[in-house]
């Protein structure tokens, strides 16, 4: 599934705990690990006059990107399967570039970094890049919960039954596979976007009926995860869909949620932009977020 896994990294310790699941996973699928840091250049113009770019101090920031890099070599080990290189440019636009020329099957990213001209690893760039990336995007906030301490042992595959989300499927299957991790099956009714004002109550057929192709959804993971010799957890909840996806994956002690970025559009199909970008920013464990419109 994996044979190529990029890490940006700007040295900060989200990017840093990036790498270290990066570095996991390369291990468990014989991955070749690439590290980059990006120099924002224009960024940086942005400091001088009109004279442009001392180089110099581009040259600092360069050496800069260097002891990033060397942070990351110092967690992770380097060895003969990890590439490192520095790049000037505009992060989002020269991750996606890199990833391209080195055909990485995923990116693994911290989802917030330091501030800065020279610091790119924030939630912005992140986000860019998992709209737009051909791979799946590991996304990680250095937290007590994304600590690596060992194989991942609870993988959440939250699901409304569309196509666009079940993309991130085969993803979730291939590291549960790859780690003994029991896979849970998570479909929301968001029964709250059906209402019409806060006095409607919403027919309980219509619930059912809700729940009933919710049960669909997560049944049908859970025979594919099934089959390939894993321990399943099905659950249809009712409620707001990014906050019950985090929920969830609290209180059932979730190691990665993965999902895909884009959903079917409808009062009961919650799996868009916007929800799976509120689980990025929220999520204390690691996200692998699929993007559903390249698969």
Do not use: W
Request: aromatic content about 4%; proline content about 3%.
């Amino acid at each position: 599934m994996y044979d190529t896994i990029l890490v940006p990294t700007d040295g900060s310790d989200h990017a840093v705990r990036a790498a270290e699941h990066g570095r996991s996973l390369a291990r468990a699928f014989d991955a070749t690990v690439h590290v980059l840091n990006v120099v924002d250049v224009q960024a940086a113009a942005g400091l001088f006059d009109a004279g442009g770019v001392d180089e110099e101090f581009v040259e600092r920031l360069e050496a800069e990107g260097e002891a990033a890099i060397e942070d990351v070599e110092a967690v992770i080990g380097a060895d003969g399967t990890l590439r490192t290189a520095i790049r000037r440019g505009k992060p989002g636009e020269t991750i996606l570039d890199y990833a391209s020329e080195c055909d990485a099957d995923m990116l693994a990213m911290g989802t917030h970094g330091r501030t800065g001209v020279r610091r790119y690893v924030a939630g912005s760039v992140t986000e860019h890049v998992v709209r737009h990336a051909a791979a799946p995007v590991l996304t990680v906030r250095a937290t007590d919960r994304s600590v690596v301490g060992g194989d991942y042992d609870d993988i959440l595959v939250p699901t409304d039954g569309s196509d666009p989300a079940t993309a991130a499927v085969d993803h979730a299957l291939a590291v549960a596979e790859a780690t003994g991790a029991r896979v849970h099956a998570l479909n929301i009714v968001d029964v709250g976007a059906l209402a019409t004002d806060p006095e409607y109550t919403v027919p309980a057929d219509v619930v059912n009926s809700l729940e009933a192709q919710g049960e669909k959804a997560t049944d049908a993971i859970a025979t594919r995860a099934q089959e390939a010799g894993l321990d399943t957890v099905t659950a249809v909840h009712e409620g707001f869909p990014a906050s019950s996806i985090v929920e969830y994956a609290d209180e059932n002690d979730v190691d990665l949620v993965a999902m895909g970025t884009t959903g079917r559009t409808g009062l009961s199909r919650y799996l868009l932009g916007s929800t799976a970008e509120r689980v990025l920013r929220h999520a204390e464990m690691p996200v692998l977020a699929v993007n559903a419109r390249e698969e």
